[in-house]
């Protein structure tokens, strides 16, 4: 049996409004702003691209997992000024994902994890209909492995 899925980025709505704060109010929030000076190594949570040398990235934290369970968490993520959300095709990995070292975590409907891996990115689509393949399995987080940062969802398409 064939299990497809899809990759979303974050809702630029609520970051937004960030860009136009000063330095001091982004500190307050324990945000700060930056601005590439490589590519890859700035990944945009709402376009699921790398920014490129130049672009304005906000990083900040973010409650990546906001439900009442035990695995309720938040971590720094970028965000791009002017991103677009991502609405990629079903079963598409973007290079953001295949260049990098994923961790995989498998929620069930009441947000408790009920698998979980790592793998290269290149091996993403198997891992993730791997994992899918469970019917507990309702969604999945992806992590950048190495820094441990939230990357993206993964649903069932």
């Known amino acids: 049996m064939s299990f497809s ?4 980025g974050l809702d630029p709505t609520p970051f937004i409004p960030l860009f136009d704060l000063p330095d001091r109010q982004l500190a307050e929030r324990s945000a700060r702003r930056c601005i ?3 590519s890859p190594g700035y990944p945009c949570r709402i376009s699921l691209e790398d ?3 130049g672009d ?3 990083l900040l934290p973010y409650l990546h997992q906001p439900a009442a369970s035990p695995y309720r968490a938040s971590g ?3 965000v791009r000024r002017g991103a677009v959300q991502r609405q990629l095709p079903a079963g598409v990995v973007p290079g953001y994902v295949s260049s990098r070292l994923i961790s995989y975590r ?3 409907a009441d947000h408790m994890i009920v ?3 790592v793998g290269e990115g290149i091996d993403a ?3 993730i209909v791997r994992l899918f393949s469970h019917d507990a399995v309702a969604y999945l987080h992806l992590h950048n492995a190495r820094r441990g940062c939230y990357s993206c969802q993964a649903v069932r398409a």
């Open 56 to 58: 304005e990235l906000l």
């Open 5 to 8: 899925f899809q990759l979303v």
């Open 115 to 117: 698998d979980a891996s």
């Open 76 to 78: 720094p993520i970028y």
């Open 125 to 127: 689509a198997s891992e």
């Open 51 to 53: 920014a490129q040398p």
């Open 106 to 108: 498998a929620y069930d």
């Open 36 to 38: 590439a000076d490589a």
